[in-house]
Each structure stands twice: as C-alpha cells, then as structure tokens.
C-alpha cells in the first residue's frame, strides 16, 4: 500500500522557489511513477511533472519546463519538486500521486492513470 504527504508549500513572492516533498512510508516506493498535479480555485486538475521508478525519466508540462525540476531519492522514499522563478499563475493545491505503471510519455500526464494520491499542498505566489 502506497501512503502518500506532500510538504513544502507556502506563500512566495513572484521570482521565488519552493521544494515541495513528497513522501511514502511504505517499502515498494520505488516500484511507482510518482506524478505531480495542481489544481487551481475553478479550474481542472493539470500534469506538472512525472518521473520514473528509477528516476532515469523526468517529463514536464510546457508551462513549468525549465522552471521546475523533479528528482527523487528511493532511500528515502521521497520525491522532490524544485519549483523556482515561480509566477502568480502557478498558484494552486499540488498533489503527488503514485502508480505502478508503465505509463507512456502521453498517459503519465492523465490524472486518471494514478490510483494513490496525496492530500495536497497550498502553492500561493504573490505578484
């Protein structure tokens, strides 16, 4: 069973960073796709990131590539996302979800693909 908590959020000015977490306390973390998803007041839930079980591939969105950066450390059964140079429209809830795949590069961006999911954390980014 996959147990996911985000941590790390919090109010930034424009320009910032933040490294949210994304933590399991189970034994078989390394055997999922971990995916990072917002969700913003009114609005779908979208893909932000993904990465693999090893961590050999990392996918992105088009509005956050070259300004986040995911990562993951299966010792520690933790996935990280570096969010810098961040803009008032990145502001969301963030979730991480987790599923063992394999996914393609098309359907790892599908919230619908994920089973176990975080409670989320609040991304507020003052202009």
């Known amino acids: 069973q996959v147990q996911l908590v985000e941590s790390g959020g919090g109010l930034v000015q424009a320009g910032g960073s933040l490294r949210l977490a994304c933590a399991d306390s189970?034994?078989?973390?390394?055997?999922?796709?971990i995916g990072w998803f917002r969700q913003a007041p009114g609005k779908a839930r979208e893909f932000v990131s993904a990465?693999?079980?090893?961590?050999?591939?990392?996918y992105y969105a088009d509005s956050v590539k070259g300004r986040f950066t995911i990562s993951r450390d299966n010792a520690k059964n933790t996935v990280y996302l570096q969010m810098d140079s961040l803009k008032p429209e990145d502001t969301a809830v963030y979730y991480c979800a987790a599923e063992s795949g394999p996914f393609t590069a098309a359907t790892m961006r599908l919230w619908e693909g994920y089973d176990y999911w975080g409670q989320g954390t609040q991304v507020t980014v003052s202009s």
């Open positions: 990465i693999s079980w090893g961590g050999a591939s990392t």
């Open positions: 189970g034994r078989a973390f390394r055997n999922y796709y």
